[in-house]
């Protein structure tokens, strides 16, 4: 399968689903990628945050589903997809994108009431702040330093207006780590 391809039909098919945050979820995924771009990240990094929520658009349910009290795992469902066409560090980054959420609120107790009002509402039903024995095991993940870095790119990329490269900019930079 032609993966950038099929990657650019969901933006176009799915990327109007709502975030919840009064932006789209495609226009959320770029935004991400743009600011892990602005902060001079690596193009693994920047392509982790462009896909990040990729399992939102494949899924077609907004963010806002976890409102009723449903996660839909959308990490893992994105993470899952992706494998077998790019290498783990970004397929980690993407994957553990909420975990990471869950470890910033507990190691940075600032980080919590820095979050939006939709993170902070997702969080309960994604499981809350990471207990010890969940913030060890996290730090034992080879690329978990990655997922932080995209959670903190995730939680700038909610603008209602931003400009910011295309689409098409994005995918040439995923294009090079397609195995
Ligand atoms: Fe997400
Ligand atoms: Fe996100």
Known sequence: MDIIGFIKQQFEDN??????EHISMGEHMLQTAYYAEQKNSSDAIITAALLHDFGHLILELPEDITEHGIDGYH?????KFLAPYFPKQIIDGIGLHVQAKRYMCAVKPKYHSQLSQASQDTLAVQGGPMNAQEIAAFEQQAFYKDALQVRLFDDLGKHVELA???LAHYLRIAAQFVV
């Open 164 to 166: 910011h490269p295309d």
């Open 15 to 20: 990327g109007h689903v709502a975030y919840g």
């Open 75 to 79: 990490e893992d469902v994105g993470a």
